[in-house]
């Protein structure tokens, strides 16, 4: 069906473009009757005012966008956490994803193409390039290189991985191989500091042969995976940097013979929804993704609103979840 257009409004109500237009943006100078006959018009063709339009008229979309690299189960509970935050509001959500195969600075590429007529601000999940070239506001969520004067949200990666790691030396693993994450964010590379750290103050000696880099990619975790536990010593227990990762794990151990906890412990980082929905509920460290995206988007509206921040980073706790997949090794 064609795009009912202003025109088409105005045709139908036998009056002006601008007379629609007037009644559009709440301007004074039409008649009550006229108005209550643009209304119905409206409102029995369906019409809609394009973003565009709508920006190039009041310099205001009501929109912000949520940028991600990917739609995966991390980006899904972010997403879900902004759109609970602008419940009720007079704001709208566009979740965006435009990365390219290179993954180059895909953040600056879709701000210039969606700021100033699709959104007013942007939330920007895990960017690698914090240097917004757009004049909107912008609130980061796990930036790549930590906060660097960019309004930032992010979890305590390095109390989580001290919080992981301990759980498994508490039950008795000596032995515990560690499946990191991506080398250049720094989330990642502190939950492989928060191993490393929780190791040397349990006087366990950090073991490189335990280590291995999945890369948070499904495909090379597994390769990573299966070469850990097909070695000659194979680790008790093992902490993966994230949740998918982790479950990759679950998959291989399965795939090699070892059975979940009895023969090998798995913990994850992240508590996304897929980690109680395997055989083995998945023991983790909970970040509260959906807070991350809430806390984005109030520090966001404060921005739109010409406000200012008490505090340009906010990191929030985490919490270990204990489910079935740890126990003592045997």
Not at 68 to 96: N, R, W
Not at 142 to 162: I, W
Not at 199 to 222: M, N, T, W
């Amino acid at each position: 069906m064609p795009r009912v257009t202003i025109t088409d409004v105005a045709r139908e109500a036998g009056v002006s473009v601008a007379t629609v237009s007037k009644v559009l943006n709440g301007r004074d100078g039409v008649a009550a009757s006229t108005l209550l006959r643009v209304q119905g018009v409206i409102a029995r063709l369906g019409y809609e005012s394009s973003l565009v339009a709508t920006s190039l008229r009041s310099r205001r979309t009501n929109v912000i966008g949520c940028l991600v690299a990917d739609f995966e189960p991390f980006s899904a509970e972010i997403l879900k956490g902004v759109g609970t935050a602008l419940h009720g509001s007079d704001l709208e959500l566009l979740a965006y994803s435009a990365r390219r195969a290179d993954g180059s600075e895909w953040e600056n590429r879709s701000l210039r193409r969606l700021s100033g007529t699709l959104i007013d601000g942007a939330i920007l999940v895990t960017p690698t390039v914090l240097a917004a070239p757009v004049d909107i506001p912008v609130v980061v969520i796990d930036p790549h290189t930590g906060p660097e004067g960019t309004p930032a949200v992010e979890s305590d990666s390095l109390e989580g991985a001290l919080t992981a790691t301990r759980h498994l030396l508490d039950l008795g693993h000596t032995r515990i191989g560690f499946l990191a994450g991506r080398p250049d964010l720094r989330s990642a590379q502190l939950r492989e500091q928060g191993y490393r750290d929780a190791l040397a103050a349990a006087g366990v000696p950090f073991d490189p042969s335990l280590i291995r880099i999945g890369h948070y990619e499904d495909e090379l975790a597994k390769e990573a995976v299966r070469e850990l536990l097909t070695q000659p010593e194979p680790p008790t227990a093992v902490f993966a940097a994230n949740d998918r990762s982790a479950l990759v794990t679950l998959e291989v151990a399965h795939e090699v013979g070892l059975r979940v906890p009895d023969d090998l412990s798995i913990i994850g980082f992240d508590d996304i929804p897929e980690s109680t929905r395997v055989a083995v509920p998945l023991t983790t460290v909970r970040q509260h993704i959906q807070r991350l995206g809430a806390v984005a988007t109030e520090m966001l509206r404060t921005l739109l609103d010409g406000g200012t921040l008490e505090t340009s980073h906010v990191q929030l706790p985490t919490e270990l979840v204990v489910r079935a997949s740890t126990a003592p090794p045997r």
